[in-house]
């Protein structure tokens, strides 16, 4: 098994599969090459989380993976403590089946809508290109993003398509002979100092089927989808830790200041705690918003680059086609010469034979005379 790095790039990072929602994807049963690759790259897997899920559960994990939940509804309550831990910093994998939220009898679109992502209750179908059966559809239209990074190829084992809003990003789309064409299938979502990441299949990453985790372009995508989920993780620990602070210090209630005191220090021009630590979170926020637009910048600059190496290169180009034109017209000029020199010799040859005959026909009167 191999993969674009050996390094440990997931060390310290703890992932967690919820086992609430009678979760077709089983770590232990038919996810143990998932579980096998990732403690390779260093992550720390398992299967922990207890019903009902609860916010306090989830903050003991980076990221929390739902595996096509089957026939259980996921209570409001559970949404609303997903929701702020995603808010918070926190990362989600969810991932689904053919026939979306009817399929299964699931209500994953009550947690998903909330960061941009909808499911829908099909099947994506491709006749033309599949891995051998129709409803294992490939696809290769995909958007930039740095999940797609390396990929050629996805292919989508009985997925259902996405429906998208500006609030998320489609970044693999089935291909335009599929049925439904041009559709996500993948998506991913940034809610808060939060992650998430949506696929309309689980079975990509499942063992033992002809299109799940052995197919080495998937191990790829998932390689590519838990980095950019936990891309930035020492400050969005940060902003987690200072996020969870702000909640806890909203909870405790403050005693109230004695009646009669002569001694209370004056609070006039301080800073509380608590609006000091919204600063510090704007402040972090603003440093990963500048990080992200100086990497854009550095891309663009790389782009500038290589256009500035393909003008040197036409301009090389241009000044040995001016130079062979040079050459060209040397070459010109001596032929012309030789030309007029031909024609010149030609003619004096002429000149030659008329004074001979004139000289001859002298001679005869001569010895005539």
Known sequence: MTTKSEELFGKGIKI????TQNERGKLEENYTTFKELVEKWGYSIESNLEFPITFTQLTHYDIVVFACPDRSKIREFEINEIIKYVKCGGAIIVMGSSGGDRGRMTNLNDLCTKFGIKYNNDQVFDDQHNYGIRNLAISTIFEKHPITEGLELVIIPSACSLTVTNKAKGIVFSDEDADPPNVPVIATSEYGQ????VLGAYD???DSIRAGIQVIQHRILLENILKWLVKDKPLAQILFALSLLKLKMKKETKPPPPLY???LPSTKGRISPEALLDQILTNLQAVRSVATKLEDIN??????????KKLNEGLEFAQELRNE????QKDLAISKLET????IDKNFTAFSEEIQKTLNVILKKLETD
């Open 340 to 343: 007029k020199f031909n024609n």
């Open 16 to 19: 967690c599969f919820d086992t």
């Open 261 to 263: 005191s002569s001694s």
């Open 325 to 328: 034109l040079k050459n060209i």
């Open 194 to 197: 939060g992650r998430v990441v």
């Open 299 to 308: 891309v663009h600059l790389v782009q500038v680059a290589m256009e500035i």
């Open 204 to 206: 990509t990453f499942r």
